[in-house]
């Protein structure tokens, strides 16, 4: 903290600018021009490496979530996240006049090539579910480390049968991640689709049928043609993968997934719920089934992790490791009301390493909850926001293991992970 109080004296970082410090983070990419500005919240945050060893930042953007500003932006990093450049607009209005907000996006690197590829949801003029998530899945590339871009294309997301039945209507999704890459070179992102007003009236995000889907980037590896991408919907059928809502048990609340290739080729998705776990699901057949989502525990048969419903991203390491990234409380914690209170019990963010283990229906054992980054319960934002880590990224390189995240949707900054916080000594081999 010594180091940022002489760069505040310096003007380097203001004065103003030390509140992000107060999770100490080990980079800074963004601090926003004050609390109420066009720049105020600033999330879902996704940095990824380039083979040229440039760091882009992909981020979503405007002065209040949802709002008709809402944008997406990116920032470039030469020196490994010391320093990086002004966000540049790559999809939306941040004028907000157009109405066609831009939200959520998701970048791909292809490693041979380094083209760049951008993903996100992109409004076309009609709202269903809410603006931000009714949209197109839109795609735009880059061939030059994200210096220049590609103009806009879109790619088809199957119908299901909480669709909106009009096959000319946008879905309702959101994914929040970056697609994954199998050992078989499959391309693969989760994300969440809700229930069209068509077929589900009445319901805000947090109350209508939600459930788990995938996309799979047929031929991304190898086409050079970016206009000739290809992309399959999984699983296969017309529903994806559900989990009852305790308050309404017609409803399914299955959000926002993660997954993982086990070293038997199974995948391994996590999702948050309503439930005050994160619960977990199994596919033997590359995504195109999967067995019924459950509780997912710190070992077999041990105690469920606990979790409000907020994003719990599981990530794997190069040497087998697993992090889960959670909040670690049942959405009852700083005196929140219940799992959907976001402003009180996304605090702090915790990491969990991860082991496989032998055994075929939880194949994962976890050491304990160790303290990731907090902010001391300081209020942000224009909701009074204290989340902390909602949305984050994680990658390896160069032998160190960076974690970017946001902290009350507002600052944009990034950890170096210690030794100590990955340590697995203790997890069995």
Not at 105 to 114: A, K, L, T, W, Y
Not at 150 to 159: A, E, G
Not at 171 to 177: D, L, M, P, S, T
Request: glycine share 10%; with cysteine; hydrophobic share 35%.
């Amino acid at each position: 903290m010594k180091r940022y109080a002489i760069l505040a004296m310096i003007g380097i970082v203001s004065l103003a600018g030390c509140d992000a410090l107060v999770s100490r983070p080990d980079r800074i990419v963004y601090i926003p021009a004050g609390w109420k500005g066009p720049d105020a919240t600033n999330q879902h945050f996704i940095v990824v490496p380039t083979p040229k060893r440039t760091f882009l930042a992909f981020w979503t953007q405007a002065h209040v979530e949802n709002g008709p500003d809402q944008h997406v932006v990116m920032s470039r990093s030469d020196d490994q996240g010391g320093t990086w450049t002004r966000p540049l607009t790559l999809a939306g209005d941040p004028s907000g006049k157009s109405g066609r907000i831009a939200s959520w996006q998701m970048p791909f690197v292809v490693p041979h090539s380094g083209r760049v590829y951008l993903f996100w949801n992109q409004n076309v003029g009609v709202v269903d579910a809410r603006e931000d998530t009714t949209g197109a899945l839109a795609c735009r590339w880059s061939d030059d480390d994200g210096r220049t871009w590609s103009d806009v294309r879109t790619l088809p997301i199957r119908k299901s049968a909480i669709s909106d039945p009009d096959p000319n209507a946008p879905e309702n999704w959101v994914a929040y991640q970056g697609p994954i890459i199998t050992r078989s070179g499959e391309v693969m992102v989760g994300f969440t689709r809700w229930a069209s007003k068509k077929v589900q009236p009445k319901g805000g995000l947090f109350d209508r049928d939600s459930e788990i889907w995938f996309l799979r980037f047929d031929n991304i590896l190898s086409e050079s043609d970016p206009t000739k991408l290809r992309v399959t919907t999984l699983p296969d059928g017309d529903h994806g993968l559900r989990v009852q809502s305790p308050d309404n048990p017609e409803v399914s609340v299955a959000q926002e997934p993660t997954f993982q290739e086990l070293s038997d080729g199974r995948l391994i998705a996590v999702m948050r719920t309503r439930t005050g776990y994160v619960h977990y699901a199994l596919s033997a057949d590359g995504g195109h089934t999967w067995d019924q989502p459950r509780p997912l525990r710190f070992a077999p048969g041990g105690p469920p992790i606990p979790q409000p419903l907020a994003s719990s991203p599981l990530y794997k390491l190069r040497d087998g490791r697993y992090l889960l990234i959670f909040h670690n409380n049942r959405g009852d914690a700083f005196g929140a009301k219940g799992v959907a209170d976001s402003a009180k019990n996304r605090r702090p963010v915790f990491v969990a390493v991860g082991r496989e283990v032998a055994d075929k229906d939880h194949p994962l054992v976890f050491s304990r909850p160790r303290l990731l980054a907090d902010n001391n319960g300081r209020t942000g934002g224009r909701k009074g926001t204290t989340q902390i880590g909602t949305y984050p990224s994680l990658f390896e390189f160069e032998g160190r293991v960076y974690f970017w995240y946001p902290d009350r949707k507002h600052y944009l900054l990034g950890k170096i992970l210690t030794a100590e916080l990955l340590d697995d000594a203790g997890l069995p081999r």
